[in-house]
């Protein structure tokens, strides 16, 4: 009798039908966290570290500095014949640009070897040289490619893998957001219960207190990152969905210089044709191409009142030609739905719209998706540890 009494299995717990969608939720949340713990971390880091690419690449290379009123506009001879015999081992000297007040020179050749994993502008990766406008000095020398936020700007965009590397990383940016959303459904306490539910829950330890309050605070932040990211990898399907019928606009790449073989030209030959654009155009210049056989002509960049404009001077006989085009401070302004939508989405995913409080919020969400992604890992295996403990004691 008493056999039979213990054969009888005891019922199992009534779990209601919210609690039963609330399990589905954590399996798939917790799982999708042990599939991308690696692309979380790294999308995390590599996204952080590009809120301020200039400040950042200013701190790593503080060699570059230069005085306050130092005028890269005031460019003579001697600025090009020092750059040139600086970067005379790797080619002639394609392009020269020239910021604002403050900023130096920068020399660049043509493209004269691959750029690290293949990936990089057309013709290849150039050799850049820093000169001080004051001095004439050259302050720093290093490629075009293969520095600390060229990988962190690769590796966050394309994981090193050409071809196929936005792609990937656009997938990731749609699981981020399932992961971002089941995170949220799991964890959020109501609006009612949202500063109660951020307390010290003594219970869930000191790992699983601090990402629970951590993905509480920024899960918005992280969702809106994760889908502008997906965005950015796959615009033309997002576009197609924003406005149907409409093709995406492919973004060109600018300031990769002149495509084409370089004329071979005298030192004085650039400062002649910077002023023969002034000449031409009332502006200050930013930058001057060399001109190529293909072209037969220097092209220089000058920035206007009101306007920017392109001279562009033929080599030998001919007559200065300028195309001006209106300034804009940002952006140029959208023609459709869909390109204004990824506008945003851009402006929205590299911080360059709210101001220093967005800022700080993508920097900050980088470090905490890292951090959520170690986390989960550790309390999830933590858990399981101490589950097959149980069981066998």
Do not use: C
Not at 20 to 31: E, M, S, T
Not at 33 to 62: D, H, R
Not at 93 to 99: D, E, L, P
Not at 274 to 279: E, G, H, I, P
């Amino acid at each position: 009798m008493d056999q039979a009494v213990n054969s009888i299995e005891a019922p199992k717990p009534y779990i209601s039908p919210k609690a039963r969608r609330r399990q589905i939720w954590l399996f798939v949340h917790r799982w999708l966290g042990i599939i991308l713990l690696i692309p979380m971390a790294v999308l995390g880091v590599t996204g952080s570290a590009q809120v301020w690419p200039e400040e950042t690449e200013a701190l790593l290379n503080s060699q570059r500095e230069v005085a306050a009123t130092a005028d890269p506009a005031a460019i003579t001879v001697e600025h090009v014949a020092n750059a040139r015999e600086a970067l005379a081992d790797y080619g002639p000297i394609n392009r020269i640009q020239m910021g604002g007040v403050g900023e130096p020179i920068v020399v660049s050749t043509a493209g004269y070897a691959d750029p690290p994993f293949g990936i990089g502008a057309p013709g290849g990766m150039t050799r850049q040289a820093w000169v001080d406008p004051e001095t004439a000095e050259v302050i720093d020398s290093a490629d075009s490619a293969g520095g600390f936020m060229w990988y962190m700007h690769f590796i966050h965009g394309l994981f090193l893998i050409p071809g196929i590397g936005r792609q990937i990383v656009g997938i990731m940016g749609l699981f981020l957001t399932i992961s971002g959303v089941t995170g949220l459904v799991v964890f959020w306490p109501g609006v009612k219960r949202f500063v109660a539910a951020l307390k010290w829950q003594k219970r869930d330890g000191k790992m699983l207190n601090i990402h629970r309050q951590s993905g509480v605070i920024f899960s918005i932040v992280l969702i809106i990152e994760a889908i502008t990211g997906a965005w950015i990898s796959f615009p033309t399907f997002f576009a197609a969905l924003v406005e149907p019928g409409v093709e995406q606009p492919q973004r060109g790449r600018r300031g990769f210089g002149p495509q084409g073989t370089p004329m071979e030209a005298e030192d004085a030959a650039w400062i002649i044709a910077l002023d023969m654009a002034r000449q031409a155009y009332n502006g200050r210049p930013t930058a001057i191409s060399a001109a190529t056989e293909e072209s037969g002509a220097w092209s220089v960049s000058l920035a206007g009142e009101n306007a920017n404009a392109t001279a562009s001077i033929p080599v030998g006989e001919g007559e200065v030609s300028v195309q001006e085009v209106p300034a804009f401070s940002g952006p140029p302004p959208a023609q459709t739905r869909a390109t204004a939508v990824a506008i945003w989405m851009r402006q929205a995913h590299y911080a360059t719209i709210g101001g220093i409080v967005w800022e700080v919020l993508v920097f900050l969400s980088g470090i905490v998706m890292t951090f959520l992604a170690v986390s989960g890992i550790y309390v999830w295996g933590k858990r399981e540890l101490f589950d097959k403990r149980k069981a066998r004691s």
